[in-house]
Protein backbone atom coordinates (compact mmCIF):
# COMPACT_ATOMS: atom_id res chain seq x y z
CA UNK A 1 0.00 0.00 0.00
CA UNK A 2 1.40 3.94 -1.04
CA UNK A 3 1.30 6.19 1.40
CA UNK A 4 2.66 9.33 1.59
CA UNK A 5 3.66 11.35 4.77
CA UNK A 6 4.17 14.95 4.67
CA UNK A 7 5.96 16.86 7.59
CA UNK A 8 7.60 20.14 8.44
CA UNK A 9 4.95 22.90 7.93
CA UNK A 10 4.46 25.29 10.78
CA UNK A 11 4.32 29.13 11.73
CA UNK A 12 6.48 31.44 10.24
CA UNK A 13 6.80 35.39 9.56
CA UNK A 14 6.48 36.67 5.77
CA UNK A 15 10.15 36.37 4.48
CA UNK A 16 11.12 33.24 6.71
CA UNK A 17 11.64 29.90 5.18
CA UNK A 18 10.39 26.07 5.76
CA UNK A 19 11.53 23.04 4.08
CA UNK A 20 8.83 20.47 3.61
CA UNK A 21 9.57 16.50 3.39
CA UNK A 22 7.39 13.87 1.78
CA UNK A 23 7.97 10.60 2.32
CA UNK A 24 6.70 8.14 0.12
CA UNK A 25 6.50 4.38 1.50
CA UNK A 26 5.50 1.50 -0.47
CA UNK A 27 6.64 2.61 -3.64
CA UNK A 28 10.03 2.64 -5.23
CA UNK A 29 9.34 3.30 -8.61
CA UNK A 30 11.65 5.65 -10.66
CA UNK A 31 9.46 6.95 -13.44
CA UNK A 32 6.89 8.70 -11.63
CA UNK A 33 5.73 12.47 -10.92
CA UNK A 34 5.50 13.72 -7.43
CA UNK A 35 3.83 17.22 -7.00
CA UNK A 36 3.31 19.72 -4.29
CA UNK A 37 -0.03 21.47 -4.15
CA UNK A 38 -1.97 23.56 -1.25
CA UNK A 39 -5.40 24.75 -0.90
CA UNK A 40 -6.25 27.52 1.72
CA UNK A 41 -9.59 28.04 3.16
CA UNK A 42 -12.18 28.82 0.39
CA UNK A 43 -10.03 28.26 -2.13
CA UNK A 44 -9.94 25.71 -5.09
CA UNK A 45 -5.98 23.72 -4.80
CA UNK A 46 -3.51 25.07 -6.21
CA UNK A 47 -0.43 23.61 -7.98
CA UNK A 48 2.59 24.63 -6.61
CA UNK A 49 5.49 22.39 -8.62
CA UNK A 50 6.60 19.11 -9.14
CA UNK A 51 9.89 16.70 -9.75
CA UNK A 52 9.73 14.22 -12.28
CA UNK A 53 11.50 11.40 -10.62
CA UNK A 54 13.41 9.45 -13.50
CA UNK A 55 15.27 12.68 -14.72
CA UNK A 56 15.25 14.80 -11.66
CA UNK A 57 13.66 17.89 -13.75
CA UNK A 58 11.26 19.92 -11.79
CA UNK A 59 8.38 22.12 -12.73
CA UNK A 60 7.08 25.33 -10.62
CA UNK A 61 3.65 27.56 -10.66
CA UNK A 62 4.45 30.90 -11.53
CA UNK A 63 3.57 31.95 -7.81
CA UNK A 64 6.59 30.38 -6.27
CA UNK A 65 9.32 30.33 -9.36
CA UNK A 66 12.74 31.51 -7.78
CA UNK A 67 11.42 31.02 -4.14
CA UNK A 68 10.37 27.14 -4.40
CA UNK A 69 12.69 24.44 -4.62
CA UNK A 70 11.78 20.71 -5.13
CA UNK A 71 14.48 18.35 -4.66
CA UNK A 72 14.45 14.62 -4.25
CA UNK A 73 16.53 11.96 -1.76
CA UNK A 74 16.43 8.43 -3.61
CA UNK A 75 18.01 7.02 -0.74
CA UNK A 76 15.08 7.99 1.43
CA UNK A 77 12.46 7.65 -0.83
CA UNK A 78 11.86 11.33 0.05
CA UNK A 79 10.94 14.95 -1.64
CA UNK A 80 11.47 18.02 -0.19
CA UNK A 81 9.91 21.40 -0.67
CA UNK A 82 12.02 24.19 0.02
CA UNK A 83 9.79 27.51 0.82
CA UNK A 84 12.10 30.67 0.93
CA UNK A 85 10.90 34.05 0.97
CA UNK A 86 7.39 33.04 2.03
CA UNK A 87 4.44 35.46 2.33
CA UNK A 88 0.89 35.80 3.80
CA UNK A 89 -0.68 33.96 0.52
CA UNK A 90 1.20 30.99 0.74
CA UNK A 91 -0.85 30.15 3.95
CA UNK A 92 -2.12 26.65 2.77
CA UNK A 93 -2.45 23.22 3.82
CA UNK A 94 0.17 21.38 1.77
CA UNK A 95 -0.01 18.20 -0.06
CA UNK A 96 2.36 15.65 -1.67
CA UNK A 97 1.02 13.37 -4.87
CA UNK A 98 1.98 10.78 -6.70
CA UNK A 99 1.13 10.18 -10.25
CA UNK A 100 2.26 6.99 -11.80
CA UNK A 101 2.04 8.98 -15.24
CA UNK A 102 5.23 10.75 -16.67
CA UNK A 103 5.35 14.73 -16.09
CA UNK A 104 7.00 17.46 -18.12
CA UNK A 105 6.60 21.68 -18.25
CA UNK A 106 3.45 21.20 -19.91
CA UNK A 107 1.53 18.84 -18.43
CA UNK A 108 2.53 18.13 -14.34
CA UNK A 109 -0.63 20.13 -13.07
CA UNK A 110 -2.98 18.23 -15.40
CA UNK A 111 -1.98 14.29 -15.37
CA UNK A 112 -3.55 12.40 -12.41
CA UNK A 113 -1.83 11.89 -9.04
CA UNK A 114 -2.79 8.47 -8.03
CA UNK A 115 -1.71 8.79 -4.42
CA UNK A 116 -1.78 11.92 -1.82
CA UNK A 117 -1.03 12.44 1.91
CA UNK A 118 -2.81 14.19 4.62
CA UNK A 119 -1.02 17.55 4.23
CA UNK A 120 1.05 19.73 6.52
CA UNK A 121 -0.41 23.24 7.69
CA UNK A 122 1.81 26.35 6.88
CA UNK A 123 1.24 29.70 8.05
CA UNK A 124 3.12 32.97 7.12
CA UNK A 125 2.35 35.78 9.01
CA UNK A 126 2.73 39.44 8.19
Known amino acids: QVQLVESGGGSVQAGGSLRLSCAVFGYTGNSECIGWFRQAPGKEREGVGAIYVGGSRTYYADSVKGRFTISQDNAKNTVYLQMNSLKPEDTAMYHC???????????????????WGQGTQVTVSS
Open 97 to 115: AVSLAYCSGGNWNRVVYNY
